[in-house]
């Protein structure tokens, strides 16, 4: 890394490029196919440029899928519910998939480039930060005013006192990633940004000396899970030590073994990619070997007397152990897929749209799951796995219709980490019939079946049909515009 003129110029430049590209990366699979041994060679950077990974796409589309099923299940199913605790479990995997795929990402990107580090803090903190902020906001305001209203946000703004107490839980929210549940995820994806530049830097002066590397992480992730589930020692029982251990789920030490297997997987990506082709079958048969092994071990375990909680706690050592063969099962299938895809197909076009909105999605279906969970928590005398999938299935389609929205809308950027949608291409009449079929279903849910959901429905509905009035008179200006001036 350098700040010289002539390098900062060419990062601003392949940042640029970046921009038009998905995050799962575009360069390349560069890099001379290496053994694991101490014998490997560096790999010769090549030419820019080739393929998308669209392994990545199929793994982020089923890990986002995954995130809303495991938060139904957790939002509705009773802790007795053994099969329905299960499959839960089994979907922890997405918390550490998720890191896994950042770091494979940043590295895929970046491993045969310079980086040019304030360039990449620049680039990535918006992307991320940005809707970091919005959203911890809006979750905040919504958690006041699912507490009393309206009246509730207004008591904030009372005096001074309820002022200086707002600001206090505010900044401790943005400090920790705690406005919602699951906004740990941004606070520690934002970290990870933080000391990327640094493990790179590592990672391309260790050649050679990776395996170490990832043996000493594995074995710092099991004797921190190990103690993270068990009271903590006692250097760490008070004060900073005390602090940090506190919050040690929303720092990157629990994820730091498998951020750093995805780096290394895409350093190594040549190689990595074929020990993958070539011991597929293997690779699936222990996986699935070890996912039964595990969940046999659950049921044994509750059975014996264990809490559930405990039990399907996403820091317990042996669990994660199932959650590295969940990821390698998914990756094989998305291998499959990224052979077998037929570009410009529909099933193509989907898994493209998907992986572009599939980070507005996650940041936006805990407020919509809310409002849903609000009807299905009252028709608890329906099937359970009923209940669940109907809950699902709602989440999902109302989630990706707000995205849909706030993707052709001013606050795209700020909402989803993307830029929004050309208005030049939008089309702004058939936006237009959408908003006013949304909010007739909404208004229609709301008098009906649920207040909040409805509300939501319909306003996400009003957000759309103002931006399709938007739209088209910008387009009405634009096209008035190029006409020829008669003489």
């Given at each position: 890394?350098?700040?010289?003129?002539?390098?900062?110029?060419?990062?601003?430049?392949?940042?640029?490029?970046?921009?038009?590209?998905?995050?799962?990366?575009?360069?390349?699979?560069?890099?001379?196919?290496?053994?694991?041994?101490?014998?490997?060679?560096?790999?010769?950077?090549?030419?820019?440029?080739?393929?998308?990974?669209?392994?990545?796409?199929?793994?982020?589309?089923?890990?986002?899928?995954?995130?809303?099923?495991?938060?139904?299940?957790?939002?509705?199913?009773?802790?007795?519910?053994?099969?329905?605790?299960?499959?839960?479990?089994?979907?922890?995997?997405?918390?550490?998939?998720?890191?896994?795929?950042?770091?494979?990402?940043?590295?895929?990107?970046?491993?045969?480039?310079?980086?040019?580090?304030?360039?990449?803090?620049?680039?990535?903190?918006?992307?991320?930060?940005?809707?970091?902020?919005?959203?911890?906001?809006?979750?905040?305001?919504?958690?006041?005013?699912?507490?009393g209203g309206l009246d509730a946000i207004g008591d904030i703004f009372a005096?001074?006192?309820?002022?200086?107490?707002?600001?206090?839980?505010?900044?401790?929210?943005?400090?920790?990633?705690?406005?919602?549940?699951?906004?740990?995820?941004?606070?520690?994806?934002?970290?990870?940004?933080?000391?990327?530049?640094?493990?790179?830097?590592?990672?391309?002066?260790?050649?050679?000396?990776?395996?170490?590397?990832?043996?000493?992480?594995?074995?710092?992730?099991?004797?921190?899970?190990?103690?993270?589930?068990?009271?903590?020692?006692?250097?760490?029982?008070?004060?900073?030590?005390?602090?940090?251990?506190?919050?040690?789920?929303?720092?990157?030490?629990?994820?730091?073994?498998?951020?750093?297997?995805?780096?290394?997987?895409?350093?190594?990506?040549?190689?990595?990619?074929?020990?993958?082709?070539?011991?597929?079958?293997?690779?699936?048969?222990l996986s699935i070997v070890t996912i039964v092994v595990t969940l046999i071990?659950?049921?044994?375990?509750?059975?014996?007397?264990?809490?559930?909680?405990?039990?399907?706690?996403?820091?317990?050592?042996?669990?994660?152990?199932?959650?590295?063969?969940?990821?390698?099962?998914?990756?094989?299938?998305?291998?499959?897929?990224?052979?077998?895809?037929?570009?410009?197909?529909?099933?193509?076009?989907?898994?493209?749209?998907?992986?572009?909105?599939?980070?507005?999605?996650?940041?936006?279906?805990?407020?919509?799951?809310?409002?849903?969970?609000?009807?299905?928590?009252?028709?608890?005398?329906?099937?359970?796995?009923?209940?669940?999938?109907?809950?699902?299935?709602?989440?999902?389609?109302?989630?990706?219709?707000?995205?849909?929205?706030?993707?052709?809308?001013?606050?795209?950027?700020?909402?989803?980490?993307?830029?929004?949608?050309?208005?030049?291409?939008?089309?702004?009449?058939?936006?237009?019939?959408?908003?006013?079929?949304?909010?007739?279903?909404?208004?229609?849910?709301?008098?009906?079946?649920?207040?909040?959901?409805?509300?939501?429905?319909?306003?996400?509905?009003?957000?759309?049909?103002?931006?399709?009035?938007?739209?088209?008179?910008?387009?009405?200006?634009?096209?008035?515009?190029?006409?020829?001036?008669?003489?």
């Amino acid at each position: 890394m350098t700040g010289s003129p002539v390098v900062e110029t060419k990062a601003k430049i392949e940042d640029a490029t970046d921009r038009v590209t998905d995050d799962a990366g575009t360069r390349s699979a560069t890099g001379e196919a290496a053994a694991a041994d101490a014998s490997e060679t560096r790999p010769a950077p090549k030419k820019k440029g080739g393929g998308h990974l669209h392994q990545i796409d199929f793994v982020r589309l089923f890990t986002f899928g995954g995130v809303i099923l495991d938060h139904v299940i957790l939002g509705m199913a009773p802790i007795t519910a053994m099969a329905a605790q299960g499959v839960g479990l089994m979907l922890r995997y997405t918390r550490y998939c998720f890191f896994a795929l950042t770091g494979f990402v940043l590295t895929y990107q970046y491993r045969n480039r310079e980086l040019h580090a304030p360039t990449f803090w620049r680039r990535r903190y918006k992307l991320i930060g940005l809707p970091f902020l919005v959203w911890s906001l809006f979750y905040w305001l919504n958690r006041h005013y699912q507490r009393g209203g309206l009246d509730a946000i207004g008591d904030i703004f009372a005096d001074g006192a309820s002022e200086r107490l707002a600001l206090k839980s505010l900044v401790y929210d943005l400090a920790t990633g705690n406005a919602a549940y699951h906004l740990y995820f941004l606070s520690v994806s934002m970290q990870i940004y933080l000391v990327f530049p640094a493990v790179l830097w590592v990672i391309k002066r260790t050649w050679g000396y990776h395996r170490y590397l990832l043996a000493v992480s594995g074995t710092f992730h099991i004797w921190l899970l190990f103690h993270m589930v068990r009271p903590p020692l006692e250097i760490f029982q008070s004060g900073v030590l005390g602090l940090i251990w506190r919050y040690l789920g929303v720092t990157l030490f629990p994820y730091q073994f498998f951020i750093l297997l995805g780096c290394l997987a895409a350093y190594h990506f040549d190689a990595f990619g074929a020990f993958m082709r070539r011991f597929r079958g293997p690779l699936v048969g222990l996986s699935i070997v070890t996912i039964v092994v595990t969940l046999i071990y659950f049921v044994i375990n509750v059975n014996g007397g264990e809490e559930m909680f405990r039990a399907t706690n996403v820091f317990m050592v042996h669990n994660s152990f199932m959650f590295v063969g969940i990821i390698i099962i998914l990756y094989i299938c998305g291998t499959i897929w990224q052979e077998r895809r037929h570009p410009g197909s529909g099933p193509d076009k989907v898994m493209q749209t998907a992986a572009d909105r599939s980070f507005g999605i996650y940041l936006a279906h805990v407020i919509v799951l809310s409002t849903v969970l609000q009807i299905s928590r009252e028709h608890l005398d329906a099937p359970l796995w009923l209940n669940l999938l109907a809950t699902y299935a709602v989440t999902v389609v109302v989630t990706v219709f707000l995205v849909e929205v706030l993707r052709r809308s001013p606050i795209s950027l700020v909402t989803t980490g993307r830029e929004r949608i050309d208005w030049r291409i939008q089309r702004w009449g058939r936006s237009a019939f959408v908003a006013v079929i949304g909010g007739a279903i909404g208004f229609a849910i709301y008098e009906t079946v649920g207040t909040r959901l409805g509300f939501l429905i319909t306003a996400v509905s009003a957000l759309l049909l103002l931006s399709a009035i938007v739209v088209g008179i910008k387009q009405s200006n634009a096209a008035h515009d190029s006409k020829p001036v008669k003489a």
